[in-house]
């Protein structure tokens, strides 16, 4: 079962700087994501998702493959691979992995202008080695699906010695 962690950064720098660094320590196998999002509430009120994973180029991708092969049956791989890439790619758009991106809208209205959130949707995770990576970086939990003690545990690491 994976949970939802969200944090509030002061801009969208620091979200994105965390983002990299726990996709550094995915990289070393201490931390599983299944999905990484930083959604910044710009200073004149509108929100804007920085996904890491673009589904919509991963489907054009696969769709452009499956329909070369496809096309190579049948004599025409170009078309086939542009035909299988618009496939893919209209089949990706439409796929919402991951976070709900409402929910992330409905909790990103409520951040102050020119802030942002990092949403990290933890498959596994090893918090002892993890969190004092990202520590320095501030924060304040604002959202998690922990259970309270280790809500409680995550917010006195966050804010702990180095955290604003």
Known sequence: ???LIAISYP???TAVAVRDRLAD???QNLITMED???VERRADGKIKMHQAVGLTGMGAAGG???GGLIGM???MPLFGMALGAATGAAGGAMIDAGVNNEFMRELADKLEPGTAA???LVVRSAPDKVIPEIQPYGGHVIQTSLSREEEAQLHEMMEGIGAR
Do not use: P
Request: cysteine-free; proline content about 0%.
């Open 1 to 3: 079962m994976s949970n």
């Open 11 to 13: 801009d969208v720098a």
């Open 25 to 27: 320590l995915q990289r």
């Open 36 to 38: 990484v999002v930083v």
């Open 64 to 66: 452009a493959l499956w």
């Open 73 to 75: 049956v049948f004599f």
């Open 118 to 120: 990092l949403f990290v």
